[in-house]
């Protein structure tokens, strides 16, 4: 996916669930705004039944006939309710009112529309809803009966004896369609911003992206031996910093690249040496009659046979080190058995030069993750580069201290200058140390310690060089 796909992604949920909380709160709002509504038509109802009811009351009886009627020349009593309130307010356009008149006793008065049905059920919540009726209009109640919801309201008619409660009620399916046009004129202007929102999201990142394009067709247009520095202009800010990265990446290739080609020169020029001198004693053991001398001969090319193969090995050694990172195999690693391994294998090394060669495994448990081969190659050069400096009759100490990741290997030989100790990593790079016996610089390819730190590098560790107690160096090998 896209930078613009990804974006419109992360900010569609947010928006979606916003959005929704609006709708919510939209109905939310729409309901309260129709039972407002509603309360204001129940009270206005409530008001006028009051005033006819009191009216109804207020006629005294002396003033009727026999028959029940008025007497002459007196006014007719008001009906109860009226043909106007019948008509406009009970069965009115804002839909149908149902009331009822109850005494203090419960017993029913007067009514229309089947509200004295669930009086007794609800009887403790009419007369709680007494104390909260003072004359305004958000005090409704709703209650259900008949499979529908009603709102209500309730009005004391008179505090006089006998008392009298005023209950007036009205199905809220008339709200449907109130609450309905509220959210339509609202829901569908958010739906619109909220398109319009993506559609300004996806223009804006598509046009923030275009030098980000050009930067790719820049980048694509390059040879594979361009590593120059890209230009980075019209790049926005923020990109700076990715633009500085890259083009020290591209600085440190072509440091690497430049590095490559010295080393398959100066592995060139290594190997050139071995391979004349073979051309030149096998010439030479070719015309030599059977003889001491010829022995001789023999013999060295011999050494200088081994030499090359050395020397073929360790090349190999230090390129698949240094393509570790990408292509080695990866698995647990037991460095007690590894260790326990390369010593077996070096003991004959060390007993041919009179060296006390000893191994400390510790009794914790010491595993990494990483290629058993390469760390084998790692331990056996350093081993070997520690026999090779040691003079006879030395110590060679190998050990495990698995509490702090570390391997150790330590010898009793002429140890390394502080100086040096970072520059004998390189390739190629060997220090002169005089052999004490046969008074010449001990012979070396200057590759052992190349391949150490690169096989550390590919196993996130890292190789440092100290003093030793037996009196030389001290490699130190930390798993981070």
Known sequence: MNLTGRLLGWMLGPLLFFWLISIVTTYLAAVATANFSVDQHLESVAQVLKSEWLASQSLPTSSLSPSGLPAAGLPAKVEFPSTWSSQWLLQGPKGEVSFAVIDEFWNLQSGVGGIEQPLYEYQSIFLGSLGCVSGSLSD???????????????????NNKPRRLLIVAQNKQFQAPLIHNILLSEAIPQAVILLLALALVWYGVDY??????????????????????????????????????????????????????????????QLRTPLAALRTQSELLASLPEGPQRQHTLQR????????????????????AESACTTADRASVDLKSLCESVATDVAETAMSKDLEFSYEAGSAEFKVFGDETLLGELIRNLLDNAFKYTPRNGTVHLSLR?????????????????????????????????DSEKGHAIAGSGLGLAIVREVARAHNAEITIADSSLGGARFALRFL
């Open 301 to 320: 090319l011999l050494n200088t046979t081994g030499r090359a193969i050395r020397l073929s090995t360790q090349l190999l050694s230090l390129a698949r």
């Open 208 to 269: 923030v992206s275009r030098p980000m394009r050009q930067l790719h067709d820049q980048i694509s247009a390059r040879g594979s031996q361009n590593l120059s520095a890209i230009e980075s202009q019209n790049l926005p800010y923020e990109l700076e910093p990715l633009m500085r990265g890259i083009n020290q990446l591209m600085m440190r290739l072509q440091q690497s690249t430049n590095a490559q080609q010295r080393f398959i020169s100066d592995a060139a020029h």
């Open 402 to 434: 698995a509490q702090n990741r570390e391997l150790w290997i330590e010898d009793s030989g002429p140890g390394i200058p502080t100086q040096d100790r970072e520059s004998i990593f390189a390739p190629f790079a060997r220090r002169t140390v005089l």
């Open 140 to 158: 409704g109640i709703d209650l259900e009966w008949s499979e529908s919801l009603h709102r209500l309201r309730c009005l004391e008619l008179s």
